[in-house]
């Protein structure tokens, strides 16, 4: 089992039922092909830094889960296949990337 970050941009058009419909069908995919969820982050709705798709703006999400490498690639099909989704990012974590991702989620528990 490895660590992964995913992030993704969603559709800024999207409603608030079909972002969290979305984000609940990846999440089940995910649990589906054995992954142990670790952290769900909702980061809103953002300005981006160029105009993607002619949109200006999108909703950020962030999973972090451990799952087996074979899972990824069908996860990103589904990602490619969805035209929700404007951008999206996977990221194998070493062991310093876990540890700061750590630090992270407990700095934001406590600003909350």
Do not use: C
């Given at each position: 089992?490895?660590?992964?970050?995913?992030?993704?941009?969603?559709?800024?058009?999207?409603?608030?039922?079909?972002?969290?419909?979305?984000?609940?069908?990846?999440?089940?995919?995910?649990?589906?092909?054995?992954?142990?969820?670790?952290?769900?982050?909702?980061?809103?709705?953002?300005?981006?830094?160029?105009?993607?798709?002619?949109?200006?703006?999108?909703?950020?999400?962030?999973?972090?889960?451990?799952?087996?490498?074979?899972?990824?690639?069908?996860?990103?099909?589904?990602?490619?296949?969805?035209?929700?989704?404007?951008?999206?990012?996977?990221?194998?974590?070493?062991?310093?990337?876990?540890?700061?991702?750590e630090?992270?989620r407990?700095?934001?528990?406590?600003?909350?």
């Open positions: 089992m490895n660590h992964y970050e995913t992030v993704f941009i969603l559709n800024p058009v999207l409603s608030e039922d079909q972002i969290k419909e979305t984000v609940k069908k990846y999440e089940d995919f995910l649990t589906d092909k054995g992954a142990k969820m670790i952290a769900k982050e909702d980061w809103g709705l953002k300005k981006l830094a160029y105009p993607i798709q002619n949109k200006k703006s999108g909703f950020y999400h962030l999973f972090e889960y451990q799952v087996a490498g074979e899972a990824i690639e069908p996860l990103e099909l589904e990602f490619r296949r969805d035209e929700r989704f404007m951008r999206y990012l996977t990221v194998k974590l070493d062991k310093h990337a876990v540890a700061w991702a630090k992270r407990q700095r934001n528990k406590q600003k909350a």
